[in-house]
C-alpha cells in the first residue's frame, strides 16, 4: 500500500472536518527534507538530515475559528485530531470576519511554470555536499593576507519541500521547491585585539544556478580583511551609499508597516496613505511573484488567493498594501496578497563603483549592526559598518557608528538607484543612495 500524497492527506482532513460540523474548513499538507554539511577549520564539524512532516488546519465552526496543527499523518490519528479539533473550536469566542477567501480570489490563477523544483535534486551526493563545503573552506584560505584569518566556517544545505492546500469552498494547490545554500564566514585577527567577522552566501532553487563556490568563498576572506583597523568616523551629515546585499534590511522596515495587520491596529506609519508622495521619484517597485526561479514566487499565496503582480511605490507614491482576507474584511478593503514575495525594482543604469564615483564623498554601508525602527512611527536608529568613500573611491573601514532618523524623511533623500538587483534575496535588493544623512560617530 502507497502512501497517500499530501494533497489526498489535506482532502480528507477538510472532508472529516465538514463531516465534524464544520461549516468552512482549509488544510495545509506539507512534507519537507533538508541535509546539512557543516565544515569548520579543515574538517567534517556536523551533519544533518531531516525530515518532517505536518498538517496545519484552519476550522470556521458556529461562527468561531481556530487555527490547529499536528505531524501525525496516519489517516486514523487525522481522523481523531480533527474530531477533537472542531469540539474545542466550538468552545471559543465568535469572530464575524474569520471566513475563508471568496473563491473569486482563488480565479486567474497564472498558468506558468516558476521552475521552483530542481529534477536533479535526488542526484546530489552525500560526497558532493562534503567537497562543496570544504572547497569554500580552501578558496577562503587562498586568498592574499591570509595568514590574519583565525578561522573559516562553512556550511552547505540542500533541501526539498512539498506543500498541499485544499479548501472547502473550491480551492486545491500544490506547490513542490528545492533550495540550495552555501554559506562561508570568516573571522580575522586584528593587530589591536578586535576579531572581525565577515561572511558571504548564495541562495538558487536550481543547482546549476549556484554562482563559482571559489569566489564566494574569496570574497568572505576578502571582506573580513578589509575589516581590519577599523574606526568609528567623524559625525557628519553625509551622501550614503547601501550595498544591495545590505540594503534589504533598510527595506524590510519600509514594506512591514505595508501589512494590513499594521493599518488595522493602528501600528502602521502609512496608515491613510495611499496615494501619497512616500519616497523620491527613485523609489519605485513592485511586488511580482511570477519570477521564474525567484526566491520568493509563488502560484497562490497561503490562503489560496491567486499570485499577481502588485505596485508597491510607483515614483515615490505609495500605490499598495499587503491585504490579507481577514484585515481585509476588518478594513473592508479589497485582499491584494498574504505577503511579501518578489520585488521588481526600476533600476538605474549605474554600477555601485559607478555610482561611488558620482558620490565622491560619504559612506559605503557594508552591513547595519543592532538598532531599531518602529513602524508606527517611522523612527529609526542603526548601528552601521562599511568604507568612507573619499574621491569617488573607498578608503579606510569604519564601524560603530549610527544612523538615524525617520523613513517618511529618508526615503525622499533616495537620490540613486543601482544597476545591480541582490540575486539571492527575494526582496532583490540594488546599491541605494541617500544624501544629506545624520551619521554618529566620534
Not at 535526488?122 to 584560505?141: H, N, V
Not at 491596529?265 to 495611499?274: A, I, V
Amino acid at each position: 500500500m502507497t502512501n497517500p500524497s499530501m494533497l489526498e492527506i489535506a482532502r480528507r482532513a477538510v472532508e472529516s472536518a465538514k463531516a465534524k460540523g464544520a461549516s468552512e474548513a482549509a488544510a495545509a499538507a506539507g512534507l519537507s527534507r533538508e541535509v546539512k554539511v557543516g565544515w569548520r577549520d579543515g574538517k567534517v564539524e556536523k551533519i544533518s538530515e531531516a525530515t518532517s512532516r505536518g498538517l496545519s488546519l484552519q476550522l470556521y465552526v458556529d461562527g468561531r475559528y481556530s487555527a490547529v496543527s499536528t505531524s501525525d499523518l496516519r489517516a486514523e490519528a487525522v481522523e481523531d485530531f480533527v474530531g477533537k479539533a472542531v469540539a474545542l473550536a466550538r468552545a471559543l469566542a465568535p469572530d464575524p470576519f474569520r471566513k475563508l477567501p471568496d473563491p473569486e480570489l482563488y480565479q486567474g490563477q497564472a498558468e506558468i511554470d516558476l521552475e521552483l523544483e530542481d529534477p536533479g535534486y535526488d542526484k546530489i551526493t552525500a560526497e558532493q555536499r562534503r567537497r562543496i563545503a570544504q572547497a569554500l573552506e580552501e578558496s577562503a584560505r587562498a586568498v592574499k593576507g591570509a595568514e590574519a584569518i583565525v578561522s573559516v566556517t562553512t556550511d552547505f544545505s540542500d533541501g526539498w519541500s512539498e506543500t498541499a492546500r485544499v479548501a472547502s469552498n473550491g480551492f486545491e494547490g500544490v506547490r513542490r521547491d528545492t533550495a540550495y545554500w552555501p554559506v562561508a564566514e570568516v573571522t580575522v585577527r586584528d593587530p589591536d585585539g578586535r576579531r572581525p567577522e565577515e561572511y558571504d552566501y548564495a541562495g538558487v532553487c536550481h543547482f546549476g544556478d549556484l554562482p563559482e563556490l571559489a569566489a564566494l568563498g574569496r570574497r568572505a576572506a576578502e571582506r573580513a580583511l578589509q575589516r581590519i583597523g577599523s574606526k568609528k568616523g567623524e559625525s557628519a551629515t553625509l551622501t550614503l551609499a547601501i550595498d544591495n546585499r545590505a540594503s534589504g534590511r533598510l527595506v524590510s522596515y519600509l514594506l512591514g508597516p505595508l501589512a494590513a495587520s499594521a493599518l488595522q491596529q493602528k501600528h502602521s506609519m502609512f496608515e491613510g496613505k495611499l496615494g501619497q508622495q512616500i519616497g523620491s521619484p527613485m523609489l519605485d517597485l513592485a511586488d511580482d511573484p511570477l519570477i521564474v526561479r525567484g526566491l520568493g514566487s509563488r502560484l497562490f499565496d497561503r490562503e489560496g488567493i491567486a499570485a499577481r503582480r502588485l505596485p508597491v511605490f510607483e515614483a515615490g507614491v505609495l500605490r499598495g498594501y499587503y491585504v490579507d482576507n481577514y484585515y481585509g474584511r476588518k478594513l473592508e478593503m479589497r485582499p491584494t496578497t498574504s505577503g511579501t514575495t518578489n520585488l521588481a525594482w526600476k533600476l538605474g543604469e549605474k554600477s555601485q563603483a559607478e555610482l561611488l564615483a558620482q558620490m565622491k564623498e560619504g559612506i559605503l554601508v557594508t552591513g547595519f549592526l543592532g538598532g531599531n525602527s518602529n513602524g508606527t512611527t517611522g523612527d529609526f536608529s542603526l548601528g552601521i559598518q562599511g568604507f568612507r568613500v573619499r574621491g569617488g573611491v573607498l578608503a579606510e573601514p569604519v564601524a560603530e557608528m549610527n544612523i538615524s532618523g525617520n523613513h517618511l524623511e529618508l526615503w525622499k533623500r533616495l537620490v540613486a538607484v543601482g544597476n545591480d538587483p541582490f540575486a539571492y534575496s527575494n526582496l532583490r535588493t540594488p546599491t541605494l543612495v541617500f544624501e544629506g544623512v545624520q551619521v554618529a560617530g566620534t
